[in-house]
């Protein structure tokens, strides 16, 4: 079988994604021209309500990539929104594009947008917490938060909603009421929209506690309907509210036939020999504010290792992130001396996804960076097929959860940083350590942003 683009212009793209199923895009809006295949390349998922998945190039979820490009397509949306709903021109929007484009982009991040604009900012779980963050970055004066799939221990989450399409679909907010007692606007960023239910879905629970006038939903890819575009204008009428909606790409989607497969996933083909690989440890207490809390999972004991603040779930300020930028900074720095190789793989795990990144990109030439994941894709093995091949685990933080980690050859890289917000037992860690020692990378750094407290 070959994975290829049947038809493609500027206007509509075929693509055979596996067996049987083809899926059609038709192209409305590329306000910068970007070629699809720069943002994403296409998969078949294993969900019965959506039968493919757009594989983001951009995102740093299932395909490495280098971290800039994860910090600069946020702020290349933040570009595009001030431009559609601001009505106001960014002068390195273009400068920014071209980074995004370039194989080894070089970029010094500073905010773009200023102090007048003032919104609050919220990234979906899990895929969207790191560019949700990247998008707030952008911003001198704005708040941020993401949602989470976790619960915690002893707090009521704020708002509630469901993302009816995914293979895990409650979100929780853990944040103080006040940031969202106010009229200030909210923009919430996904890296894709295909009905556009699960942004309506937090914008009524939002509504329902703190009504304001405006909403901005932001994402990378809008695939939404004419009858999906009605609902959002049918909640404006109904609530009395302006929705705004921005993308790098605005189009529709329509898939025919299917998937002649069972949920048996392909095995990726290694050689024989496995490496045991040198694990190190490494805590980053001693690099990080002071100002943690001991939140815990609900279905974990009670261990006392605390979330760390900066990663905005609990809600973080422009200048909080900016004073987080420093240590990050001193972090990758640090990080950068433990390089043994010249190949680097940093991952992230989960919703923790921003902090890693950000870190990695201080770490040098040659660093690329990904994510574990709970989304379930069926791998393939061919030339232009978004997952090549996969490894399944138990989550560390909950062995009730099934975890993926996605496209790593055989010792492509050097070694690999696995970045983590609380300290584990190495027991804990035996599933997904077992799953990488296929890939014959012969040096793992385990890197705890908050250890346990004794």
Same mark, same amino acid.
């Given at each position: 079988?070959?994975?290829?683009?049947?038809?493609? !212009?500027?206007?509509?793209?075929?693509?055979?994604?596996? @067996?049987?199923?083809?899926?059609?895009?038709?192209?409305?809006?590329?306000?910068?021209?970007?070629?699809?295949?720069?943002?994403?390349?296409?998969?078949?998922?294993?969900?019965?309500?959506?039968?493919?998945?757009?594989?983001?190039?951009?995102?740093?979820?299932?395909?490495?990539?280098?971290?800039?490009?994860?910090?600069?397509?946020?702020?290349?949306?933040?570009?595009?929104?001030?431009?559609?709903?601001?009505?106001?021109?960014?002068?390195?929007?273009?400068?920014?594009?071209?980074?995004?484009?370039?194989?080894?982009?070089?970029?010094?991040?500073?905010?773009?947008?200023?102090?007048?604009?003032?919104?609050?900012?919220?990234?979906?779980?899990?895929?969207?917490?790191?560019? $949700?963050?990247?998008?707030?970055?952008?911003?001198?004066?704005?708040?941020?938060?993401?949602?989470?799939?976790?619960?915690?221990? @002893?707090?009521?989450?704020?708002?509630?909603?469901?993302?009816?399409?995914?293979?895990?679909?409650?979100?929780?907010?853990?944040?103080?009421?006040?940031?969202?007692?106010?009229?200030?606007?909210?923009?919430?960023?996904?890296?894709?929209?295909?009905?556009?239910? *699960?942004?309506?879905?937090?914008?009524?629970?939002?509504? =329902?506690?703190?009504?304001?006038?405006?909403?901005?939903?932001?994402?990378?890819?809008?695939?939404?309907?004419?009858?999906?575009?009605?609902?959002?204008?049918?909640?404006?009428?109904?609530?009395?509210?302006?929705? !705004?909606?921005? !993308?790098?790409?605005?189009?529709?989607? *329509?898939?025919?036939?299917?998937?002649?497969?069972?949920?048996?996933?392909?095995?990726?083909?290694?050689?024989?020999?496995?490496?045991?690989?040198? /694990?190190?440890?490494?805590?980053?207490?001693?690099?990080?504010?002071?100002? +943690?809390?001991?939140?815990?999972?609900?279905?974990?004991?009670?261990?006392?290792?605390?979330?760390?603040?900066?990663?905005?779930?609990?809600?973080?300020? =422009?200048?909080?992130?900016?004073?987080?930028?420093?240590?990050?900074?001193? /972090?990758?720095?640090?990080?950068?001396?433990?390089?043994?190789?010249?190949?680097?793989?940093?991952?992230?795990? $989960?919703?923790?996804?921003?902090?890693?990144?950000?870190?990695?990109?201080?770490?040098?030439?040659?660093?690329?960076?990904? !994510?574990?994941?709970?989304?379930?894709?069926?791998?393939?093995?061919?030339? $232009?097929?978004?997952?090549?091949?996969?490894?399944?685990? +138990?989550?560390?933080?909950?062995?009730?959860? +099934?975890?993926?980690?996605?496209?790593?050859?055989?010792?492509?890289?050097?070694?690999?940083?696995?970045?983590?917000?609380?300290?584990?037992?190495?027991?804990?860690?035996?599933?997904?350590?077992?799953?990488?020692? *296929?890939?014959?990378?012969?040096?793992?750094?385990?890197?705890?942003?908050?250890?346990?407290?004794?």
């Amino acid at each position: 079988m070959t994975i290829r683009t049947l038809t493609y !212009s500027n206007k509509k793209a075929t693509y055979n994604i596996l @067996d049987d199923l083809y899926i059609e895009l038709e192209i409305q809006e590329n306000p910068y021209n970007i070629p699809l295949d720069h943002l994403f390349d296409m998969a078949a998922r294993i969900n019965k309500k959506r039968s493919f998945l757009f594989v983001s190039k951009v995102l740093g979820k299932h395909i490495p990539i280098r971290p800039e490009k994860g910090i600069l397509t946020g702020y290349l949306l933040a570009g595009r929104y001030m431009e559609k709903v601001k009505r106001e021109t960014i002068s390195e929007q273009y400068d920014l594009l071209e980074q995004l484009i370039s194989t080894s982009p070089v970029v010094e991040f500073n905010p773009i947008v200023h102090d007048n604009y003032h919104p609050i900012i919220i990234g979906f779980a899990e895929t969207a917490t790191a560019l $949700g963050h990247a998008f707030f970055e952008a911003f001198s004066n704005a708040d941020y938060f993401h949602s989470t799939r976790e619960m915690l221990r @002893d707090v009521d989450p704020v708002i509630t909603f469901e993302e009816e399409h995914s293979h895990a679909t409650s979100h929780r907010a853990y944040i103080d009421e006040g940031l969202l007692d106010n009229d200030r606007e909210i923009i919430l960023v996904d890296d894709e929209i295909t009905t556009g239910k *699960t942004a309506l879905n937090i914008i009524r629970s939002l509504h =329902s506690k703190f009504p304001r006038q405006e909403y901005s939903v932001v994402s990378i890819l809008d695939w939404r309907s004419k009858e999906d575009e009605k609902s959002f204008e049918e909640m404006e009428k109904e609530l009395g509210i302006t929705i !705004s909606t921005v !993308s790098l790409i605005k189009g529709t989607v *329509t898939t025919s036939g299917e998937l002649n497969r069972r949920e048996k996933l392909q095995e990726f083909e290694f050689s024989d020999v496995e490496v045991s690989p040198k /694990v190190e440890v490494h805590i980053l207490e001693n690099h990080l504010h002071s100002n +943690q809390q001991s939140y815990e999972f609900a279905n974990k004991s009670e261990d006392g290792t605390p979330y760390i603040l900066e990663t905005g779930r609990f809600g973080i300020t =422009s200048l909080e992130h900016e004073q987080a930028v420093e240590w990050m900074k001193r /972090v990758g720095m640090e990080l950068s001396k433990l390089r043994t190789g010249d190949r680097t793989l940093c991952l992230g795990t $989960g919703e923790f996804m921003y902090l890693p990144m950000k870190i990695a990109s201080f770490m040098g030439d040659n660093v690329f960076y990904h !994510s574990t994941t709970r989304s379930p894709i069926y791998d393939f093995n061919k030339e $232009g097929y978004g997952v090549r091949n996969r490894f399944a685990f +138990q989550s560390p933080e909950d062995p009730n959860v +099934q975890n993926y980690l996605y496209n790593i050859s055989e010792q492509q890289y050097d070694e690999i940083f696995l970045f983590f917000e609380r300290e584990l037992e190495l027991s804990e860690l035996s599933s997904l350590m077992n799953s990488l020692k *296929t890939t014959k990378i012969n040096d793992v750094k385990l890197i705890f942003f908050s250890g346990r407290q004794v």
